[in-house]
């Protein structure tokens, strides 16, 4: 099952299309999600949980805690909608695709990507533009 949740004034996705999408790139990497939640929110909302839970004390676009068992996907990802909006900007894609690619960023690191080094950064970005296309294939 997936949800979304919303912390601030971000307006709701469609969430059965989004579902579909996120269970279907689950699916190619032979992943079943299990319990996953999807929570929108401010800068500061995100900056409060990397404190917090991480002792970073620095703005994020995302936060991914993995609660995988029994061989599904379980988990809480946390996207900052403001930096969502920034990110677009400064890399000149649309607010959506952008959103589509820290959502399904979040889900990869749940599948077992890492991307702490540059290596793994360039397998990360492949795979979320492999998947990001995925969104618009009927599922």
Known sequence: MI????????APLGDLEYSNWLNAV????????????????????????????????????IITFDYNEDGLLNGEIYISTDRVVENALRFRESETDELHRVMVHGLLHLCGYPDKTDEEKDVMRKLENEKIKMFHVKQ
């Open 3 to 10: 949800e979304f949740n919303y912390q601030n004034n971000f």
């Open 26 to 61: 689950a699916t190619s990497e032979d992943k079943t999600i299990g319990n996953l939640s999807y929570v929108f929110c401010s800068d500061d909302f995100l900056l409060e949980i990397n404190q917090s839970y991480l002792n970073h004390d620095t703005y994020t676009d």
